[in-house]
């Protein structure tokens, strides 16, 4: 499958877990000490010194992310976007492609990391692409704020992507069941991958009282949830979303995960008016709004299309 950006940044998910339990680890040569976050980098580093082989593994070619962070740091700094005594830790938010829960701080290889930071302007963001061979993609925003289109009323909000591609994937498990879910990161929520995620459990809860359920995932965003239902012991999904980047992720992670298109519909509007396009009997409605959304209006249409209602 091709990426908007026309190259192979989208792969389906049998290659991309073929090597994920090594992608991130170090080899016997690698350098396995990090930096100090909170202290000022050019305290531990000379940074005339930071180039795009700093500590990098003479055998696998990889490096640590703290070294990767402080190349970047370093170009922000030599351009004037952030302090000259900022941290690591100032730097913004790392994430890794594809992502999955881990216990040790991963070793990059080439197009592994988005980085998100508020510290950028577009020059400066494409230097960082052509001078850190890790990262994929820059993304001028704060992850305080909310990314993507809360409700039918309110316009949706982005991130800016001032460099690269911000297609990324992230690998969700619970229990027996792997899924991948890319997204366009400028333009979608972060969620980070994590083993056993509550969500995913309690989408299992409701799976197990049914034997082949039809499911409606109503405010779908980028599929997870529906994929992981279909994966698991559901008949069909019905997905639905007002946001049309979440819908066209969506499509992406149902090839990713080999869905096959009889086993789910696509509907892109306002939850409010959905009973008059469903036309067959649903067993369970999966409701996973942004916390900031007051849900009692939209659980009430719900209802009236499916047997149990569960709100995430």
């Not at 593994?57 to 351009?79: E, F, G, S, T």
């Not at 980028?222 to 066209?248: C, E, Q, R, S, W």
């Not at 090839?255 to 009997?281: C, F, G, M, T």
């Amino acid at each position: 499958m091709k990426c908007k950006c026309e190259n192979n940044c989208i792969q389906k998910k049998e290659d991309i877990l073929k090597d994920i339990n090594t992608l991130y680890k170090p080899c016997p040569e690698c350098h396995k000490k990090g930096l100090k976050k909170a202290i000022p980098l050019k305290q531990q580093i000379k940074l005339d010194k930071l180039d795009k082989n700093y500590k990098r593994c003479p055998q696998c070619h990889k490096r640590h992310i703290d070294y990767v962070m402080a190349h970047i740091l370093k170009i922000l700094i030599q351009n004037n976007q952030i302090t000259p005594d900022a941290s690591i830790r100032k730097l913004g938010t790392p994430l890794i492609t594809p992502a999955l829960n881990l216990d040790y701080l991963p070793i990059l290889s080439k197009k592994t990391l988005v980085i998100i930071t508020n510290n950028t302007d577009k020059q400066t963001a494409q230097e960082i692409l052509e001078e850190v061979p890790e990262v994929k993609a820059v993304i001028k925003g704060n992850t305080e704020e909310i990314v993507g289109q809360i409700t039918e009323n309110v316009k949706p909000q982005t991130y800016n992507l001032m460099a690269g591609c911000d297609i990324r994937c992230d690998i969700q498990n619970n229990l027996d069941t792997t899924i991948c879910i890319y997204k366009e990161q400028s333009k979608i929520h972060i969620e980070y991958p994590r083993t056993n995620s509550p969500k995913l459990q309690e989408v299992n809860n409701i799976l197990s009282q049914y034997e082949n359920p039809v499911i409606l995932d109503a405010m779908c965003g980028v599929g997870t949830l529906g994929i992981y239902a279909l994966n698991k012991n559901a008949k069909k999904v019905i997905f639905n979303d007002i946001y049309n980047t979440a819908i066209d992720n969506l499509k992406t992670n149902l090839q990713v995960n080999n869905i096959s298109p009889d086993r789910y519909e696509i509907h892109n509007q306002n939850i409010l008016e959905l009973a008059e396009n469903i036309k067959e009997e649903v067993d369970i409605v999966l409701l996973d709004a942004f916390l900031e959304v007051d849900t009692t209006e939209y659980a009430d249409v719900l209802k009236k299309i499916g047997k149990d209602v569960v709100i995430i």
